[in-house]
């Protein structure tokens, strides 16, 4: 029994929320992309909880596995673990020995990347979290990654480090013109004070019994009859194949992700729930076009200042104003053919309350054309503009009442526009969040009770 959680826009959809929902009644739950690049909020009963690696069913006491899609930062884990404990949780969290490391000159290269295409005026730049995230995934393909499992052999970390620091410190050197000897950078290159660090995180992960052969383990696991509950990370829209290439993360947080980054097949994953997590309009943090973006005219801006500040729209990660927009259906119409969405769960319809108008983008023009899903180049989904259709707004009503009463209690309004969603989406409603507690998700459904999950 697995259930795949995918954020269905440009991240930050509220997976977190509903990884948390369901987390209770999964066994283990498992990161399979990405890094802590992450933000996921968790909140119960007030208290609120913001999680970047660790796998948010740690609030629920589940079983956390970071897997070998991941990349993994130990200082970020550490950090994240003991701050857990220091507010009375006991995370236990497992990482994968084929998961790659973030060491520290992947974020000096992550950010000299990113100030360089700003300088340049190229109109490149990503507007990354600057946690490393690229270069590492850059070493991974370009065969000169440390994996996790490296980090127990001190002989193997050596030789893997003092190949790895020659390449990143020659790039950072050749390509940035980085006096890396000079500079307040000097340690993230080098190799004695790299190997010293990172061999005693070696110990840390050795000693506390926190690594796994993750496919191995999550077999055993199953076999042993626990669900799992796969948590995607970032959104479908900034998948590095599916997304809006180049404004994208550097891993796939689509589906096949799961059983790529887990090491569980694909009739597993695929035999099981997929559910894309959407918000109810759009949010963005960094660049890349938008279609939907209310940022025309300074109604449109004022009316994304509110959605915002009532959202509390700001990076979980980096603390930046995200941008907003309507929603997109041909975003979702792509998300969930990418993924094969089962489910759906609509977030955040609370925000949308007492507006004056609501729109929903149902398809696009582009060079005189309708079309209605997502164009594969960037500078081809620029030039799109939306088609909209007009929904009746709601009004403010006391959502925390209406999540206790459930779905029937959801204004009229309310119900036509998530209808709608699914429909287009082509997957049945499994919850609608009206608030960001636990208790203010309305479910539908729970996917691990549905028949074949
Ligand atoms: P994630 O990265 O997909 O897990 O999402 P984030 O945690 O980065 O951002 C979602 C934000 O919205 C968090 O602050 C959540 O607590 C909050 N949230 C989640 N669901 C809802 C909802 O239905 N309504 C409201 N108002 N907030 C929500
Ligand atoms: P969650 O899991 C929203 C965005 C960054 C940037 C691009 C590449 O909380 O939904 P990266 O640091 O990954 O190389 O940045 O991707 N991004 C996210 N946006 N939510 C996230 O994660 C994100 N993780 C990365 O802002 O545009
Ligand atoms: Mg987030």
Known sequence: ?????????????????????????????????????????????????KLSLVPSGAVRGTIGVLGNGCVVNPRTLFSEIDGLRERGLDPDVRVARRAHVILPYHRVLDGIEEAGKADDDSGVEVGTTGRGIGPTYEDKAGRRGVRIGDLLDPDVLRDRLEYAVSHNRAVAEGVYGLDVSDSEHAEAFDVDALFEEFSKVGERLADDGMTVNCSDFLHRRREAGDRILFEGAQGTSIDVDHGNYPFVTSSNPTAGGAAVGSGLGVTTVGSGEVVGIVKAYLSRVGAGPMPTELDGDDREESLAD????????????????????????????????????????????????????????????????????????????????????????????????????????????????????????????????????????????????????
């Open 1 to 49: 029994m697995t259930v795949t959680i995918v954020g269905s826009q440009l991240g930050d959809e509220g997976k977190g929320a509903l990884v948390d929902r369901w987390g209770g009644d999964a066994d283990v739950v498992v990161r399979y992309q990405g890094g802590d690049n992450a933000g996921h909020t968790v909140v119960e009963g007030g208290e609120e909880y």
């Open 306 to 453: 509110d959605i915002r500040e009532k959202g509390g729209e700001f990076g979980t990660v980096t603390g930046r104003p995200r941008r907003i927009g309507w929603l997109d259906l041909p975003m979702l119409r792509h998300a969930s053919r990418v993924s094969g969405f089962t489910g759906v769960a609509i977030n955040h319809v609370d925000v949308l309350a007492g507006l004056e108008e609501l729109r929903v983008c149902v398809g696009y023009e582009l060079d005189g054309e309708r079309i209605d899903t997502v164009p594969t180049t960037t500078q081809r989904w620029e030039r799109c503009e939306p088609v909209y259709r007009e929904f009746d707004t709601w009004s403010e009503v006391d959502w925390t009442a209406v999540a206790a009463e459930g779905y029937e209690a959801l204004p009229e309004a309310t119900r036509t526009y998530v209808e709608f969603v699914a429909e287009e989406t082509d997957a049945a409603v499994y919850a609608v969040g009206v608030g960001p507690d636990r208790e203010e998700t309305i479910e539908l459904a729970n996917p691990f009770e549905t028949s074949d999950a």
